[in-house]
Structure formats: C-alpha cells, structure tokens
C-alpha cells in the first residue's frame, strides 16, 4: 500500500509544471519512484523546516541529525568532521536549505545553511511496532520499538542486534563513536524482550530500495531489556511446579489411604481374632459395636441369630438389654424387614438411602431410623447362622466395594464363632454325658446289689405280717414293709435315672412324671424350708419322647432351683403346667434374689437341658425380669392321649393296599431324623429314596414321580419355597419337616397340596397327612387267575 501511495505521489510530481520547489515538507522529502524507489527530490535543492527530535548521530563516514514535524521525518546529513549538527538540542525548530542526496537508500539532506527558527519542548520517542516500522511512513523520527532478539553481534561500523519480524529481521544499529569502544551487546541472548529509542533509518546498499530498514541507536543506554529468554519459560516452570504439586499431594493422599487401609487391615486382623476367641455373642457383639465405627465408619451395630427351634432371629443384646425376636414368617416393618430378607436371599443388602428402599424399613412416625443401612449374612458350611446389621445414622452413604467385603468377611467370621460356640457347648454336653453314664453305671451296679435285699426284706416282711395279723406286732411289721416298698420305689428311680433310654421314643405322661419329682424331693425341700406350691394339671399331658431323659432335665432344674434358694429370706417354688394351641407348657419359678443368680450355673443348666428338649422338639428359656420371679419355661409339643397310646399300634399295623407301591422323597440332612422317617415310612409300606440336599431331590423328581416329598427346613441347597412350588406338579403332596410345632408357619404355608410336619415326627400325624396324600392313588384291582377283572 505505501508503494502505490509514492507511485502516485510521483506521477502527480512529474505531471506538475518543471519549476523548483524550494520548499517541502519533511514527508514530501521522503517520495519515492518506482521501480527503484530512489528519491523523487533526489539532486534538487530544497528547504524543510522541521524540530530536532534527538541529538546529532556520529556514523563512520557522516553524522546524522533527525527533525521531524507531526507526521513525518527528515534527515541532515553532514561530513563526519563538520560538527555543526552537534550544536543542535532537541527541541530546537530549524529551516535547513540544502541538496536532496540518497545515503544507502535512505533520503537525507545536505544543508548548505541551517536557521534556528524557534524553540519547542523535545519531541517523545513515538512508539511503533517493529511490523510498521518496517516502511517509509517514520523514517528520520526518533520512535520506540520492543521486539525479540534474533541475533546479537558486531560489524566494521559497530554493534548490532536483529528483531524477530515476519519478513526481514529488523536491525537495531549502535555505530561506534570515534575513538571510544565498540558498543558492548554480549549481554543481550537470543530470545531476550528488548525496549530500544533512536532514529528510524534505512541502510539498502542496491536498488531496490524498499527494504533493510533499521533504527539508530546512540549507545546501549537506550536499549532495555524488558524480558528474559529463559532456559525453561517462566510459564513451563510455573506448570511444572503446580504439576509437582499436585502430584506430591496425590502422592500424599495415596499413601494416607494406603496408610489408613494398612491400619484398618490390622484393627480387622485383631478383631477378627477377638471374634474367634468369644465366649458368647454378647461378648462378640460389644466389641465389634467399639471397632466396626473406626473401620467401616458406621454409627450402630446389630447382631441376630438364627433360633431353629422357633423359627426367628433373636437380637443379641448387652448386659441389661432388653431380648427381642423377629419373626420370619411374618416380619414387622421397619429395618427388621431388612435383616429377614437378607436371612431368606442368603446375600449381603445394601440399602444406601432408606427413603428410596424397595423394602419396607422405613419405620412408622416418630421412630429414629437410619439414613442407610447395611445387611450381612453370617455365614459357616453354607448356613446362615445370623445376621449382622450396619446402621448409618448421620447421613446417606453408598458402601463400596472394598467396605462390603470387609464386612461380609466379618459377618462369615462371626457365623463361625457362633458355630464354633455350639460345638463347644456340644463337646461340653457330651463331656457331662459321658461323666453322667459313668456314675451311672456305678449307681446301677450299687443298686443291682440293693435290689436284691430289698426285694427279700419286703417277701419277709409280707410273710411276717401274715403271722403277726391281730398280735401287738402287726403295725411294727406293716411299717418295715411299707420302708422296704419305699426303699425299692427309690432304688428303681435310681436306675431310671442312671440309665439313660435308647429305646424309640414313647408317650411319656409328663403331669405324672412332674408330681412324681416332686414327692421324690419333697423331704428335701420341706428341710430346706421350700415352700411348694403344684399347679401341675390333674389332667394327663402326653408328649412323645424319652421319660428317662424328660425326668433328669427336669430334676436338673429342681436341683438348680434349690441351690439358688439356699441363700434367700423367702424360699417359694412354683410348678404350673398348661396346654395351648397343643404345646405343653411347664414353668417353674422361685424367689431367687439377683445376687444368688450365678450366670454361669444357670448357663451350665440350660446348656444341658437345651439339647434334649430341643431333641424332643421342645425349647426350654430363663425368664428374668426386674420385677418378677425368675421362672424357667419348657415347652413341648403336646401329644392326644389316645392317640399317644396307639402309637405302637400304628407303627406295626398292616400297609394299605394299592395298585402300585407308595414311593416317598425323604430330603434330610440330619442322620437321626432322616433314619427315624425311613423307619416309619418303611412300616407303612412305602419304597423310600433318602437324600441330604434339595438340588439332588429336584434332580430325582424331574426323573420319577413321587407319591410324597419330605422335605427338612434345613436342607442346603435350593430353599424349601421354591423346592415346593418346582415340586408341586410332580408329587401327590409336598410335606415340609419343621423343628417343632410352629403355628405361623403352618398358617402361611400349608394349602394346595402342602403340609408341615413337626419333628420329632408323631406317628399319628404323620398318618394324618398320609392320609390327605393317599387319596389320589387308585386302589387295588384284584386280578382273577384268568386274567380278567
């Protein structure tokens, strides 16, 4: 665009009359025309006028001296040795005459004279870029440029450094004054920010002369250096250090967790060890409620166990706790509903917000229920033994993945404790047997030896009362028999006691056996000043079972009774019995004071007594509370009298004839059980297949049909709902084997073709329910001997 600007000026130039112009403008000195761009003014004489910008340049072969007006500059040029422009200071207005001569392509002026005119403030340093410096517009005014160096270096005539430009580079030039220096610019690096002053110039030794422009610059005083060439930019550095940064925090925050997993790996070691050594779950769950919120962060901590016998998870509760139950069958709302389905899936519930939970643990208005809530099935031998419940009280929370196997493995530790407290209270059992059976054989060989005396003193003493009937003898003789009588009764007790009944269980009348224990002890109690008060029943209740084992469970809580009464002010022993919904009912209660209570003794008690009651499908349970008596209840599946009696019966009367075998699926894993349904099958002509787990009897009965599948509670593998529903269309009757009578059970399962049957199993019902199977078997067709109906 300049180009065409000077190509125009010179063609208005050359269209003008020839006469001299004598006086011209500091720009229109510096025309152009093409194609060399040499000086339009170029030979001719001319006066400018203009204001000295800065003080006279010494070059080596000439000095220079800048004026300029608003919009353009020119340059004085004089012999280096005529030192008439030094006399000049900025500011001075001068009118120069003189001839238009080019120096290396720029337009400089020749005076010939020199007139002071006026006085000015000095011009500033006009500030440019390096990109418009590059062109006639300033040439001849003092400017201001900034740029990157490119180069720094010398030449004949002085110092000099390159600026970065998207064309040619740009040369800031510092000539070397006479006799003095070279300028020094070793300071200056490539890629250094340089501020410099001077005069724009232009040195293009050969036409074209558009090109090679420059700045003169006095000394290095005018050149500054505004920026540093870093060997690392100050922006890369700055990166790398905030890049640093947030790797060492990274770094921190990595080993804190690593740190923090470390510790909590330990506190789970030893916790699980303390788990393992427990003495009892109370002791497991007090010390898992003072580790689990370190490691896991949760607020509360719950712990239930499975009760076979009844069918329910009971709470495990502190010293001084209140005990509660929570049935399976019918679950109340809130979070228990979440312990029972994590019970029936078999599989850790997570439940991180309860408000948005498919399961109805919300609770009902005014309780205190947790924001999230965690479920973990205590398992051993692939049993679930329980469940452990984690409670976020303060706020919503998701548990990851690493929190939930950290529990599970807790949960499954727990199970194992608690299994492993079970054999041991099992070992102990058969420990006190065996001590048991061996005093028992030593009373029986005692009173084998008694039997015989008594049996002869007795004989005597009838014969003797024979021959002293009338005489003054008669009553001495009736008392040493009726002493001898009483001695034998006891003497048979004894062996009752001692040996121990492997025979199948039978009707025991268990109204008989209480009023019995209680005539055989009376004496004692009546010399430890026990007051006796029998509200057994006169009414006969049977249960099914072994007479010999009943009558030592319950001479053991007599014995117990007594021992916690021989410290007390007021001794009082209560027996009741009752019959309900056909269970049998026993409570015995005393007037023991809480500090007569040992806990231990009463946990020996019923750790021997437990085992044996729950064999005869019973529970026995300590009842203690603060204003009551303590009372031990043992409840038993009631048996009808007449029923009872004909058990023996029943169990030898002839099989029903039909026009093919019976065919049952017994599913049982527990050997005893399992060999007393075969028995009792076998008697009622049944052809029976025993299994140990519900995936092979599924397998079995995809295979045959079976005219009746037993199916046991326990059985592992698939669960017994959903055996009955796949069975269902393949057997004449589902029936399922329970641990003793459970009336919500029955209720919710029994129908369409499915039954519960209490174990251990009573012959009279067990024909009752074959007899609801059986129908839907065709009867015998006889066959005459020619073969036609």
């Given at each position: 665009m300049r180009c065409f600007g000077v190509l125009g000026l010179w063609v208005v130039l050359t269209a003008s009359p020839n006469e001299a112009q004598t006086r011209i403008s500091p720009a229109q000195l510096q025309?152009?025309?093409?194609?060399?761009?040499?000086?339009?003014?170029?030979?001719?004489?001319?006066?400018?006028?203009?204001?000295?910008?800065?003080?006279?340049?010494?070059?080596?072969?000439?000095?220079?001296?800048?004026?300029?007006?608003?919009?353009?500059?020119?340059?004085?040029?004089?012999?280096?040795?005529?030192?008439?422009l030094y006399s000049y200071q900025p500011g001075d207005e001068l009118e120069a005459e003189g001839m238009v001569t080019p120096l290396f392509g720029a337009v400089t002026l020749v005076p010939t004279h020199i007139t002071v005119v006026?006085?000015?403030?000095?011009?500033?340093?006009?500030?440019v870029s390096v990109r418009?410096?590059?062109?006639?517009?300033?040439?001849?005014?003092?400017?201001?440029?900034?740029?990157?160096?490119?180069?720094?270096?010398?030449?004949?005539?002085?110092?000099?450094?390159?600026?970065?430009?998207?064309?040619?580079?740009?040369?800031?030039?510092?000539?070397?004054?006479?006799?003095?220096?070279?300028?020094?610019?070793?300071?200056?690096?490539?890629?250094?920010?340089?501020?410099?002053?001077?005069?724009?110039?232009?040195?293009?030794?050969?036409?074209?002369?558009?090109?090679?422009?420059?700045?003169?610059?006095?000394?290095?005083?005018?050149?500054?250096?505004?920026?540093?060439?870093?060997?690392?930019?100050?922006?890369?550095?700055?990166?790398?250090?905030?890049?640093?940064?947030?790797?060492?925090?990274?770094?921190?925050?990595?080993?804190?967790?690593?740190?923090?997993?470390?510790?909590?790996?330990?506190?789970?070691?030893?916790l699980g060890e303390e788990i393992l050594g427990a003495s009892s779950p109370e002791t497991i769950l007090k010390r898992i409620s003072e580790a689990l919120p370190r490691v896991l962060g949760v607020t509360g901590v719950r712990l239930y166990v499975y009760?076979?016998?009844?069918?329910?998870?009971?709470?495990?509760?502190?010293?001084?706790?209140?005990?509660?139950?929570?049935?399976?069958?019918?679950?109340?709302?809130?979070?228990?509903?979440?312990?029972?389905?994590?019970?029936?899936?078999?599989?850790?519930?997570?439940?991180?917000?309860?408000?948005?939970?498919?399961?109805?643990?919300?609770?009902?208005?005014?309780?205190?229920?947790?924001?999230?809530?965690?479920?973990?099935?205590?398992?051993?031998?692939?049993?679930?033994?329980?469940?452990?419940?984690?409670?976020q009280d303060e706020r919503v929370r998701n548990f990851t993945n690493d929190e939930q196997a950290l529990a599970q493995h807790l949960g499954n530790q727990i199970g194992v404790a608690i299994r492993l407290m079970e054999q041991r209270?099992?070992?102990?059992?058969?420990?006190?047997?065996?001590?048991?059976?061996?005093?028992?054989?030593?009373?029986?060989?005692?009173?084998?030896?008694?039997?015989?005396?008594?049996?002869?003193?007795?004989?005597?003493?009838?014969?003797?009362?024979?021959?002293?009937?009338?005489s003054a003898s008669e009553r001495e003789v009736a008392a040493i028999g009726a002493e001898a009588q009483k001695a034998a009764s006891m003497v048979a007790r004894l062996v009752s006691f001692a040996a121990a009944e492997q025979g199948e269980a039978r009707p025991v009348d268990i109204t008989g056996l209480l009023r019995n224990l209680i005539e055989f002890r009376e004496s004692d109690w009546k010399a430890?000043?026990?007051?006796?008060?029998?509200?057994?029943?006169?009414?006969?209740?049977?249960?099914?079972?072994?007479?010999?084992?009943?009558?030592?469970?319950?001479?053991?809580?007599?014995?117990?009774?007594?021992?916690?009464?021989?410290?007390?002010?007021?001794?009082?022993?209560?027996?009741?019995?009752?019959?309900?919904a056909r269970r049998l009912l026993v409570e015995i209660s005393y007037s023991a004071p809480p500090e007569a209570r040992k806990v231990e003794d009463t946990a020996s008690v019923l750790g021997v007594t437990r085992s044996v009651i729950a064999g005869h499908g019973g529970e026995v349970r300590l009842i203690e509370k603060n204003n009551a008596e303590p009372r031990f209840e043992v409840e038993l599946p009631a048996s009808i009298k007449d029923r009872a009696l004909s058990t023996t019966a029943s169990a030898r009367a002839t099989p029903r004839e039909f026009s093919r075998r019976m065919t049952a699926l017994v599913i049982e894993p527990e050997e005893a059980a399992q060999r007393q349904i075969l028995a009792l099958l076998a008697a009622r002509g049944y052809r029976v297949v025993p299994v140990t787990n519900s995936d092979t009897g599924l397998e079995l009965a995809q295979r045959m049909r079976f005219d009746a599948a037993f199916c046991s509670i326990h059985a592992p593998g698939l669960n017994w709902v959903e055996l009955s529903e796949r069975l269902q269309s393949r057997t004449g009757g589902f029936i399922l084997l329970s641990d003793g009578y459970d009336a919500e059970l029955s209720a919710d399962f029994e129908g369409d073709g499915r039954f519960v049957l209490p174990k251990p199993v009573q012959e009279p019902e067990l024909d009752r329910l074959l007899r609801l199977v059986e129908p839907a078997v065709a009867p015998v067709i006889p066959i005459s001997k020619t073969g036609t109906a």
């Open positions: 025309f152009r025309k093409p194609p060399d761009f040499t000086p339009v003014y170029a030979g001719r004489k001319v006066i400018i006028r203009g204001l000295v910008a800065a003080g006279a340049y010494r070059l080596p072969t000439c000095t220079l001296l800048g004026i300029q007006d608003a919009n353009s500059g020119a340059v004085l040029q004089l012999p280096q040795d005529d030192t008439r006026g006085r000015k403030h000095p011009p500033e340093p006009l500030a418009d410096l590059m062109g006639f517009q300033y040439l001849g005014m003092l400017v201001q440029t900034e740029g990157k160096v490119v180069e720094a270096s010398y030449n004949s005539g002085g110092a000099y450094l390159l600026l970065s430009s998207p064309d040619d580079p740009y040369k800031l030039f510092l000539p070397q004054p006479p006799n003095r220096n070279m300028p020094n610019v070793d300071h200056f690096a490539k890629g250094d920010t340089v501020r410099a002053s001077g005069i724009a110039f232009q040195f293009c030794a050969k036409p074209p002369y558009n090109r090679w422009y420059e700045m003169v610059v006095r000394d290095s005083s005018d050149l500054t250096i505004v920026g540093r060439n870093w060997f690392v930019p100050p922006a890369v550095i700055a990166v790398g250090l905030v890049s640093m940064t947030v790797v060492g925090v990274l770094l921190w925050g990595r080993e804190r967790r690593l740190r923090g997993q470390r510790k909590r790996l330990r506190t789970t070691y030893q009760n076979r016998g009844l069918k329910t998870l009971d709470a495990v509760v502190e010293d001084g706790g209140e005990p509660s139950s929570i049935s399976l069958s019918s679950p109340p709302g809130g979070t228990p509903a979440g312990a029972v389905a994590c019970f029936h899936y078999r599989t850790l519930l997570v439940i991180p917000d309860i408000d948005r939970s498919p399961f109805p643990i919300a609770g009902t208005a005014g309780d205190i229920t947790p924001k999230s809530l965690l479920f973990v099935p205590m398992m051993a031998q692939n049993e679930v033994i329980g469940v452990l419940e984690l409670d209270s099992v070992q102990e059992q058969l420990f006190r047997t065996e001590k048991l059976a061996a005093v028992g054989r030593l009373i029986t060989g005692v009173v084998n030896e008694l039997q015989t005396p008594l049996s002869s003193i007795s004989d005597l003493a009838g014969k003797a009362l024979e021959k002293a009937h009338g430890s000043g026990i007051r006796v008060r029998d509200l057994t029943s006169r009414d006969a209740a049977f249960v099914i079972g072994s007479q010999g084992q009943l009558e030592q469970v319950f001479l053991n809580l007599f014995v117990h009774v007594e021992q916690s009464l021989a410290s007390a002010e007021q001794k009082s022993l209560t027996i009741r019995t009752s019959v309900l």
